[in-house]
């Protein structure tokens, strides 16, 4: 017979009987962890999450360390995307010395500027994340103000996911391009706005902003209709539309998980520390973002090497 959220509660809330040393005594306060009857009423989020909180630190060293030093329920956020910001940061160098250097005689300013947008995007959204949540614990001004930027990174991200996308889809319909990502762009101002506002970053409104940000990604599909009523299918399969659709599919099913609560709403307690649907999310953007950058290949592999960055090869 499964426990109660009230008896899991309690039995989280048993401790060792036996005090630290006065050595120690720094450390372990600052390593216990709380319950959420035992967090203040600006750190409640997901009543499904019983156990793991760090509680208020006031400290950025005590915010910093806590990110490496001991398990909580922020962990997994925090690692997740720092180490995928730091395969960006690989996968960028990678761009520039190899991808750049085996397209030269055809590579523009346009392919660095667009794909600049995607990958500063994607960097600014991993780290700001993770940072957000390894600080969220140090006060309620300063996780506000970081709460609000992990919003922006989101908005960021998947604006910047746009513009390379755009730019190669419409590779040779450069007014199509400008259309398209000038009316997304103005999709992303508005979803920020809202995002940003006091009132909708409350729990409260969880699943409306996870919506929203599903239908700021989903305006993206638009262009992809254009773009195969225009030129068919098979060509979308040319420029890498099995990675984009891989990477949507990471996204809104991510947002999905992350907006329901699924899986600790059917099991409170189980996933404490590891496996929630918020620690879900976070893989799953990290998986999308990689997806979106190998499509983003495919269309570089495309226009430079098969059709040596001319249109005229490929309207033949």
């Given at each position: 017979m499964s426990m109660t959220t009230n008896e899991l509660r309690n039995r989280r809330r048993t401790h060792e009987n036996e005090p630290p040393s006065s050595s120690a005594?720094?450390?372990?306060?600052?390593?216990?962890?709380?319950?959420?009857?035992?967090?203040?009423?600006?750190?409640?989020?997901?009543e499904?999450?019983?156990?793991?909180y760090r509680g208020e630190l006031n400290s950025w060293r005590r915010s910093f360390s806590s990110a490496f030093t001991y398990l909580h329920n922020e962990t997994v956020n925090i690692q997740s995307h720092w180490i995928g910001g730091l395969v960006f940061i690989g996968m960028w160098l990678y761009h520039l010395?190899?991808?750049?250097?085996?397209y030269a005689d055809t590579i523009n300013t346009f392919d660095k500027l667009y794909m600049s947008f995607f990958m500063i995007g994607a960097l600014f959204c991993l780290f700001i994340s993770g940072s957000y949540h390894m600080i969220s614990s140090h006060s309620k001004p300063v996780s506000d103000v970081f709460h609000r930027l992990d919003y922006a990174g989101i908005v960021i991200l998947t604006v910047g996911s746009f513009y390379p996308a755009v730019y190669y889809g419409f590779f040779c319909d450069p007014h199509f391009a400008v259309l398209w990502l000038v009316l997304l762009t103005v999709s992303g101002a508005g979803a920020a706005y809202a995002v940003l506002s006091p009132t909708y970053s409350t729990p409260e409104y969880r699943r409306t902003r996870a919506y929203l940000f599903i239908t700021l990604g989903l305006g993206g599909a638009l262009p992809v209709i254009h773009l195969w009523a225009a030129e068919g299918f098979s060509h979308l399969i040319q420029i890498g539309i099995d990675w984009l659709?891989?990477?949507?599919?990471?996204?809104?099913?991510?947002?999905?998980?992350?907006?329901?609560?699924?899986?600790?709403?059917?099991?409170?307690?189980?996933?404490?520390?590891?496996?929630?649907?918020?620690?879900?999310?976070?893989?799953?953007?990290?998986?999308?973002?990689i997806c979106h950058y190998i499509s983003m290949l495919r269309c570089i592999e495309f226009w430079h090497g098969e059709h040596h960055g001319h249109c005229g090869v490929f309207r033949e």
């Open positions: 005594k720094d450390q372990a306060s600052t390593r216990k962890l709380l319950t959420w009857d035992e967090i203040p009423q600006w750190q409640r989020d997901n499904y999450i019983i156990y793991g010395r190899g991808v750049y250097k085996q659709l891989a990477s949507a599919a990471f996204y809104i099913g991510g947002a999905i998980l992350y907006s329901e609560r699924f899986p600790e709403r059917i099991w409170p307690g189980r996933f404490d520390l590891i496996g929630a649907s918020h620690q879900i999310f976070h893989v799953c953007v990290v998986l999308a973002a």
